[in-house]
């Protein structure tokens, strides 16, 4: 029916998933519903799953890193996408446990990679975090417990924060996220040029690594101004010292125009989807060290 296939996906393409209408709002009922539903995933099973999605060294073709997606495999609606169920996690005040239950899944993948040498110690690992979690006075002490449990060399993890998550809370995420850097993890700005006063957020805070909004990376190869914005960003991470990499990357064209400006890493479907761990082609991705 209608409702259903409102916020219900179906198992397509490279990508895994479709989303029926990203534009199509839910209403209360269905979002009670799925707030319902969502608190039961966290509790009972392996409903939520961490993808992964590999970026690349832009030089080499080397495998540099992996960001962890979330996805919500329901047993009766199936693949919900986080664009549908994010927002109801964030409302209903779900979303930290989604993160927390993210970062202990992909750490304990890590472990799991590190200890069969898939990866080696200098990968980096990236980690979507919600805003919501610079109100938890508990998220560093628990950070640091699940680097200690894990056993885990803490400069792989590198955590993603949105320009947009900065707006709300400005003192407390600097606090929160000075915290994290004397744990040793490394901190993204995800969707940089996408927010209102990126710039300032560079300022302020430290970042180790921008990530270039997809938005930019699109027509990077076709339009001028995208190409303008690249560069500029590019140089600007250069001079403050900081690693980066464009995410959206599906063409080769896009792939060729980005190493031509020197973009260090490169993610997007060009080179893979985000996939289960056990879907990994490993040797397809060593296939890209040229
Ligand atoms: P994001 O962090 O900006 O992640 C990039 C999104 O672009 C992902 O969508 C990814 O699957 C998609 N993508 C990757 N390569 C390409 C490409 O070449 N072309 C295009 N068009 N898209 C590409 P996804 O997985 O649906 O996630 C959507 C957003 O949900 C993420 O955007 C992030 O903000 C949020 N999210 C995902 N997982 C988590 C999580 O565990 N915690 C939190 N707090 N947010 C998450
Ligand atoms: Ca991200
Ligand atoms: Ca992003
Ligand atoms: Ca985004």
Not at 194 to 208: E, I, P, Q, V
Not at 242 to 260: F, K, P, Y
Request: proline share 3%; with cysteine; aromatic share 8%.
């Amino acid at each position: 029916d209608a409702d259903h296939a409102m916020y219900c996906t179906k198992q397509q393409g490279r990508q895994g998933y479709t989303v029926f209408n990203h534009q199509l709002r839910i209403n209360q009922a269905d979002q009670l519903a799925l707030e319902s539903e969502l608190r039961r995933a966290l509790e009972v099973d392996d409903q939520l799953q961490p993808y992964f999605q590999p970026f690349i060294d832009a030089r080499s073709g080397e495998l540099v890193g992996f960001e962890s997606l979330v996805r919500w495999l329901h047993p009766v609606r199936g693949l919900i996408s986080p664009a549908l169920f994010l927002p109801v996690a964030e409302e209903s005040g779900l979303i930290t446990r989604v993160d927390r239950y993210m970062i202990n899944a992909a750490c304990r993948q890590l472990r799991q990679w590190l200890d069969e040498n898939r990866v080696s110690r200098d990968i980096a690992l990236h980690i979507n975090l919600s805003s919501a979690n610079f109100h938890d006075p508990e998220l560093v002490s628990w950070m640091r417990g699940i680097i200690e449990a894990y056993q885990l060399p803490a400069a792989i993890l590198h955590l993603e924060i949105t320009e947009s998550a900065l707006i709300d809370v400005p003192e407390i995420a600097a606090t929160v996220m000075h915290a994290l850097h004397e744990l040793g993890v490394k901190l993204a700005l995800d969707d940089f040029g996408t927010g209102y006063s990126a710039l300032s957020y560079l300022h302020r805070y430290r970042f180790d690594v921008l990530k270039i909004d997809q938005s930019f990376v699109f027509d990077v190869d076709r339009k001028e101004e995208s190409a303008a914005i690249v560069r500029a960003i590019l140089a600007l991470a250069q001079a403050l010292g900081l690693d980066v990499v464009a995410e959206g990357v599906e063409t080769a064209a896009q792939l060729s125009r980005l190493q031509e400006m020197g973009c260090a890493k490169l993610q997007g479907y060009y080179f893979s989807a985000p996939m289960l761990a056990h879907a990994i082609d490993w040797e397809r991705l060593a296939r890209f060290v040229q």
